[in-house]
């Protein structure tokens, strides 16, 4: 693995005896694949340099936060015929394929509409408190968080949307986190659970889209 962060590469060697790199380019000569788990905004840098490395890459999503940066990304992953997959790890979970085989069967008639609601947890500490806030590193909620739903509309509705309607209000949460909130034994808190969100905060906490998705769902 590779980890800018001196104290996470030793915890991953001690932890799973992982041969751990601060640069990832060392890595690239023993491995079959890479999972670029980066913030969103590094995406493209890693993943273009390493699928021209011809080595098979999985992206978190979102494939990154400019439509010119996941461009690039597809443009490297074709001129070097490298594999590459992106990380909607959501259309895997068994309620997700369980509602598609459902609809596939036509169980429920023709879909005409898919509704999904995300409630962002923690209070909202996990998106307007650090980096996920600032515009420069994130692209707001719609594609950090909805990119997860906008894929299960998607996937079960066998199509893409080709419409959108969007809109959102910048008052972010002021919400405390839950006072009887525990986290699970030996997770990292990295974002400062206080109240106040990010004074930098340049994305839209609360955003609605409407799509229109071919086939006629929306
Ligand atoms: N699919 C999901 O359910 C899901 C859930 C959470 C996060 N994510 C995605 O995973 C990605 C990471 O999110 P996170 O919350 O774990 O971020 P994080 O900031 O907690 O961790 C990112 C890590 O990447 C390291 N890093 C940055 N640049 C590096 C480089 N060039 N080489 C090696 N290491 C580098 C950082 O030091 C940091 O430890 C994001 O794209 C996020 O959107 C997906």
Not at 5 to 28: H, P, S, V, W
Not at 145 to 151: E, F, I, N, R, V
């Amino acid at each position: 693995m590779a980890e800018l962060d001196k104290a996470l590469r030793e915890r991953a060697e001690e932890r799973f005896g992982a041969r751990a790199y601060e640069d990832y380019r060392l890595m690239l000569g023993e491995v079959d694949a890479v999972l670029v788990l980066t913030p969103d905004d590094t995406h493209a840098d890693l993943a273009c340099e390493i699928l021209r490395a011809g080595v098979p890459v999985f992206v978190e999503k979102p494939l990154d936060i400019t439509l010119e940066r996941c461009d690039a990304i597809l443009r490297a992953a074709r001129e070097s015929g490298t594999r590459l997959h992106v990380g909607h790890n959501m259309r895997h979970m068994p309620v997700v394929r369980l509602m598609r085989e459902i609809i596939q069967r036509g169980d429920v008639g023709r879909v005409r509409t898919v509704w999904v609601r995300h409630f962002a947890g923690h209070g909202g500490d996990f998106s307007f408190k650090d980096r996920h806030a600032e515009r420069e590193h994130a692209g707001g909620l719609l594609l950090q968080k909805a990119a997860h739903d906008l894929d299960v509309v998607h996937w079960p509705a066998g199509g893409y949307t080709t419409r959108v309607q969007a809109f959102a209000y910048t008052r972010a949460t002021t919400r405390q986190p839950c006072p009887d909130h525990v986290f699970p034994a030996g997770f990292v808190q990295q974002r400062p659970s206080a109240s106040a969100p990010s004074p930098r905060l340049g994305t839209h906490p609360h955003p609605r889209s409407r799509c229109q998705v071919h086939r006629r769902v929306r």
